[in-house]
């Protein structure tokens, strides 16, 4: 069974730093493409990163370039995104995902983040 | 980027009723759509692929069909468990993108 498990969420002021991290299980980690969509509350859902299955491919969406890095473990079935320069706007809910060429099939059960004064 | 809209944003329905959701693109993706489903506090369920791929387990009364710009999703009779909030998504080109959402609601 496929099993994705976000942490690392929390509250943090605008301009702090917070990592979120990803633990896969029940399938091969190192294969698959693995993302990060986020939803602010009441909000629709926000595609945030993509990485190729060897790290070797990183896509980001405009709002977090430069201030946010997905990385990935494949010795850990581990997905990492580092967030820095935290912004009011970056509150939401963080799902971690699988991804196939044909959209995110599995999705954790999302972490959330509060950025706030 | 490409975007995204869908129609309506909000439907009310009934159980039984035939329900259908479009979505269109900014451009021609192919049938690079995806179809979510999202009830409240919960992750997105991935239902279609391929603009018509029914996902594993997905009930049948779920279809999907559309290529180009235009797609639509269709409920062929709405059963309690189908009211939620349901996405598109285009994985075509980076960066991906999701349509706004529709709500089905209770009638």
């Known amino acids: 069974e496929v099993q994705l498990v976000e942490s690392g969420g929390g509250l943090v002021q605008p301009g702090e730093s917070l990592r979120l991290s990803c633990e896969a299980s029940?399938?091969?980690?190192?294969?698959?493409?693995m993302g990060w969509v986020r939803q602010a509350p009441g909000k629709g859902l926000e595609w945030v990163a993509d990485?190729?299955?060897?790290?070797?491919?990183?896509f980001y969406v405009d709002s977090v370039k430069g201030r946010f890095t997905n990385s990935r473990d494949n010795a850990k079935n581990s997905l990492y995104l580092q967030m820095k320069s935290l912004r009011v706007e970056d509150t939401a809910v963080y799902y971690c995902?699988?991804?196939?060429?044909?959209?995110?099939?599995?999705w954790g059960q999302g972490t959330l983040v509060t950025v706030s004064s | 980027d490409i975007q995204l809209t869908q129609s309506p944003s909000f439907l009310s329905a009934s159980v039984g009723d035939r329900v259908t959701i479009t979505c269109r693109a900014s451009?021609?993706?192919?049938?690079?759509l995806a179809w979510y489903q999202q009830k409240p506090g919960k992750a997105p369920n991935f239902l279609i692929y391929?603009?018509?791929t029914l996902q594993s387990g997905v009930p049948s009364r779920f279809s999907g069909s559309g290529s180009g710009t235009e797609f639509t999703l269709t409920i062929s009779s709405l059963q309690p468990e189908d009211f939620a909030t349901y996405y598109c998504?285009?994985?075509?080109?980076?960066?991906?993108?999701f349509g706004p959402g529709t709500k089905v609601d209770i009638k």
């Open positions: 451009q021609d993706i192919s049938s690079y």
């Open positions: 998504q285009q994985v075509d080109s980076y960066p991906i993108t």
């Open positions: 029940g399938f091969t980690f190192s294969s698959y493409y």
């Open positions: 391929s603009a018509s």
């Open positions: 990485i190729k299955d060897d790290g070797g491919a990183i």
């Open positions: 995902a699988r991804k196939i060429r044909g959209g995110h099939d599995y």
